[in-house]
């Protein structure tokens, strides 16, 4: 591990995880709150099981990114994609780890080099452009599967007329 920043979220993994997933959770409504906080069961409460999977994808390749990365960002975006969340409130998530690892690091007294934020910085920037085009290609096949109900719906009441 080069990076301090690596250092720190593979040592408290759980801990940033935990408060990420909660903040993550949080941006619910109050009724969908209280039902995806408690409900522990994947079947039950697929948006928990999905986030907190996504967001351990995440933290666990978060160093090396690759394929694994990858999958975890798009099992998040997803799950955002069909919510009714304007973009910004869906992105917002990256930037809510880069607040908890500052608090964290900041609750340890460890400091890092201007060069070493700046990385991590950046290394966020990008995982956050990576998730918006996941996102958008998410919401493009939602209203496109919109559009084709729509367009089939049409014609089969058109046939029904016999026009």
Known sequence: MSNPFD???ERNKEKIHEKWLTRRLGIFSEQKRSLIMTQMDQFQNPIRHEMAEGLTGILVHFENKGEHF????????RVLAIQDFPPSRSMALFYELKEIVRDIAKKDGVSFRAKDWGEFNSR???MTLEAFD???????????????ESKNRAFMLLKKAGL
């Open 7 to 9: 250092l720190l979220i």
């Open 134 to 148: 996941s996102y958008v290609d998410h919401r493009e096949k939602i209203y496109q599967i919109k559009v084709d």
């Open 70 to 77: 990858t999958s975890a960002l798009d099992q998040i975006t």
């Open 124 to 126: 966020l920037e990008q």
